[in-house]
């Protein structure tokens, strides 16, 4: 016992009994081998029409990659689930940070789902592009909804430009309406960036505000208040309640002023509290209202047109600049350009003007 | 007498003597080759710098003209004259219909070519694109002006989208430089649309306002406000004078709610009556004196740098979209598609890439 084998050291460890491995192997592989599978668009097609979410969320990955292969893919469900598209009814939700969007669409969404429907929540998040976080990032913010099997939450697409981000919320929302669920959210920061894009994807915008915000609040966000088809003063519970009447006096004025809309809807404002779940259904009342409204008169069918027509547009218009400015060889003539233009040695026309040659010049060379 | 020719007209007239033409022929045709008459930039350039104001109107002729031969002339003639640019100051004048903007220019014109400067007055004008008439069009609004040896007035390119008035604006900019004018003063129609591109373009952005035109007037303007580097009430004369003093102050106080500027310059207000020419000269002192802060700050210099480049990236952008937008196969294509996307035929998005791919593969054939 006492003999000690040279090549030995100091730490030696005896001979145990071989454990069995946690995982088999053969699981292993196959996960590994699943998660690397790429699954067709057909698949995808057939589980999103049958309503399944996971489908869903693979599909939207698809849409969000910047993988032009992926992109092809997205590209053939976004047909395939268009005949199936365009019916359900769209709100787009803004206000600034702080004024409870999160715990409101919660409440919303519950609300709508107890109604029997089945709601999407998405989210138009330029802020995230540029590292200053994400909305709907935080899941756990909507506990409850997240768990509701007639509820579905996709945070925002990140790390592109507003007009990437944008077209990839507008593709999103084609699958989820094929994928069965018929009150689509999208909720935006309301700093007054992507206010406008998802203006021009929804039938109903709605601005959360609170009471006692502040004249100069309410002017930062004249812009959105313009676009609104009603204001949500939250928060309107306890103490605030008197407060919060007068700034439905208030925005209600303010809301006059305005010309009036080509929908022929004067906009609304209703008071809630999310937290204490009132008034969210006079919001729905609403919403119901003004789809009775524009579906009478019609509007509502003419402005999915012309927001077809915009979003064609829009993508042909941020196409041709990104192409253009993700060449390497116009960036490297770019940079170049730039240093030129700064000293004064060449006149920013000059330029932009040899610049593009070049770039004709390689296009036609590919 | 009493014989009549049968071959007469009951209204004979007696021949009488040959009048002598009243322009010579030869002049006509002298006239007639010298307009058809090609110059060659070189001529232009050369006239430019050496002051001629003909020289000068006929090289933005060129810069306006859609002619690709035009186009490369004007080009070879803003490169020979950029060495000779950026030594002017330029002030954009804005404000709304019924201010008072052409009067305010002219009194203002007259005081500084008075102080012995030369001055060109520009103008950028989306309106008389869409033939809603145009600025500076009537120049006999500023008739004592015109006829000033030292001030130079152009109206406006018009027929083109917003962003390709404003780029031949700014290209005439750099002529107007080379021929010797120290001052540019350039005017919009301050509606907002035009504002931004021209506040892009020049070192001092003026506001004209007028007392009493009501909370709601400022409101809409407010995009506009925070541009501002001073705002003149214009018309403070005779009994307005009470009411122009008052606006001051609320115009004064406006204006510090806005953050303060990059160029570390605190906004001023000026009363002024353009028609008794009072305050004019005070207008001068506050740009001579922002002028001296941003010399010594040196952001002057950095901001004319930060436009340039500006300009680069905008004529780039112009330019990509224009060329797609101008080519007749993709205008029959978009036709098509726009109503494939309107009847839900078709994605927005697989037609836009669709055309886009159209127009790749065919750029690769010319």
Redesign the interface.
Known sequence: MTAKKKDKSALSENEGITQPDSFSSQSIAAIQNLRRQKVSPEILIEGILKGDKVSLSRAITLIESTNPEHQNKA?TI??AC?PYA?KSVRVGITGVPGVGKSTFIEAFGLYLTGLGKKVAVLAIDPSSSISRGSILGDKTRMEDLVKDTNAYIRPSASGESLGGVS?KT??SI?LCEACGFDTILIETVGVGQSETAVHSMVDFFLLLNLAGAGD?LQ?IK?GIMEMADAVVINKADGDNLAKARNAKLDVNRALH?FPVKPSGWQPKVVLASAFYKTGIENVWEMITDYLQLTTENSYLETHR?EQ??????E???E???QK?YNNSDVIALLNE??KA??K?E????????E??AFY?NK??E?
């Open positions: 590209n976004i047909n268009l365009n077209r507008r593709e084609i100069e002017g004249r002023l047109r077809n027509q915009y979003w064609m547009m993508t042909i218009n196409q041709l600049l253009f350009n730039k233009v700064q004064n060449k006149s920013p026309f000059a330029a932009a003007f610049i593009l004709e296009n036609k590919i």
